[in-house]
Every structure is written in C-alpha cells, then in structure tokens.
Antibody, heavy 115, light 107 residues
Framework: QVQLQQWGAGLLKPSQTLSLTCAVY????????WSWIRQSPGKGLEWIGE???????GYNPSLKRRVTISVDTSKNQFSLRLTSVTAADTAVYFC?????????WGQGTLVTVSS | DIQMTQSPLSLSASVGDRISITCRAS??????LSWYQQKGREAPKFVIY???VLQSGVPSRFSGSGSGTDYILTISNVQREDFATYYC?????????FGPGTKVDLK
C-alpha cells in the first residue's frame, strides 16, 4: 500500500520561501516520477513540476524561475521549494506519484501567504 | 501549453442516473488522459487513465472513452458517493494541465 505523507510551513509572508517535503511509504521509489500540484480557487489544479529517482526534473514554465524540486533517495522523500512567494501562491499543495498523472496523492498542505 | 476544457461545469443528477462529462484538449493528446474524483478539500482520487482504463478498485459503473482531442467520462447508475467534482488531466506534454472541473451534485 503506497502512502504519501507531506509536511511544511502553512503560513508565509510575502517574499518568503515555501518549503514542503513528501515522504513515500510502501511500493517502489525508483522507477517513478514524483510530482507537486497545487490547487487554488482562482486557478484550479496546477501542475508545478516533477522529479524522478535520478534527479531529473521538469517544471511548469509559469513557475520555473522560482521552483526547485529535489529528491532524497536515502529517505524516499522529495521536496518543493518556491521562492519569493506572493498572495497568488496561496493554495493547497499536493504531492503525487506519476508523470502526467497521479495515482497516489499526499493529504495536501494549505499554504497561506499573508502579511 | 495544452488547454483543457470540460463541459458541463456543473450538473445535477439523481441516484440511478447515467451521466457523461466531456473533456476537450486544445490538441491531440493521443489518449494520455486521466480522470479524477475530488470531494471537498480531499486529495483527488485517480479514477481512469489512458482515457479508458479503470484504476484498480474503482467501481465498474465508471467508464472512459475518447481519442484525439475529445474524451468522455461516463458514470452509469450514479450512486450517492459519486457526487463530487471530476477533473481531467492530460499527460501528453508538460506542463500537464488539468480541466477546470465538473461538479456533480444531487438533483
């Protein structure tokens, strides 16, 4: 049974850096891509980017300048960093397994950006 | 980016109805199309992939079809637990975009 558990700060001030981590339990970590997706009332579901076991990344061009996704294969974890956040980055952030799909998802983390 | 649209954006149904939701891509996505069900603020649940393949554990009243740019999610004999919002996502070309969602509620 594959489970994804995510955590990170939920309240940020403008210009700060968002940092979230997702741990994968059960199943295989290598052989898959691991993704970050966010959901806001204004923009719906938005794919942020992905990483695989070898560290190969892909990012949404709309966020590419500010996003870094990294992987720690020793812990079966992957992480998201989003710099210079603004109110427009307020959303529920999800981690998920898969490239171009998500068959397993984390529970979601509400990140609010407010001064 | 590939743009995804869905229709309708909302629909009301009764238990036992058969409903269909359409998803359209701005270009041919060669059946790289997934459907998700989301209830409230829960994480989306993976329902169908490759346009027509039912994810393990999903009831057989769910089905998907389509090719090229046009895809359909059908729920036959709608049950109470099916009232939710449904999203499509294209997995053909990054960024992997989602449709705006279709909210299905009780008539």
């Amino acid at each position: 049974q594959v489970q994804l558990q995510q955590w990170g700060a939920g309240l940020l001030k403008p210009s700060q850096t968002l940092s979230l981590t997702c741990a994968v339990y059960g199943g295989s970590f290598n052989g898959f891509y691991w993704s970050w997706i966010r959901q806001s009332p204004g923009k719906g579901l938005e794919w942020i980017g992905e990483i695989n076991y070898d560290g190969l990344t892909g990012y949404n061009p709309s966020l590419k300048r500010r996003v870094t996704i990294s992987v720690d294969t020793s812990k079966n974890q992957f992480s998201l960093r989003l710099t210079s956040v603004t109110a427009a980055d307020t959303a529920v952030y999800f981690c998920a397994r898969g490239r171009g799909y998500g068959d397993y998802w984390g529970q979601g983390t509400l990140v609010t950006v407010s001064s | 980016d590939i743009q995804m649209t869905q229709s309708p954006l909302s629909l009301s149904a009764s238990v036992g109805d058969r409903i269909s939701i359409t998803c359209r891509a701005s270009q041919d996505i060669k059946s790289h199309l997934s459907w998700y069900q989301q209830k409230g603020r829960e994480a989306p649940k993976f329902v169908i992939y490759a346009a027509s393949v039912l994810q393990s554990g999903v009831p057989s009243r769910f089905s998907g079809s389509g090719s090229g740019t046009d895809y359909i999610l059908t729920i036959s004999n709608v049950q109470r637990e099916d009232f939710a919002t449904y999203y499509c996502q294209q997995g053909y070309s990054a960024p992997f975009t989602f449709g705006p969602g279709t909210k299905v509620d009780l008539k």
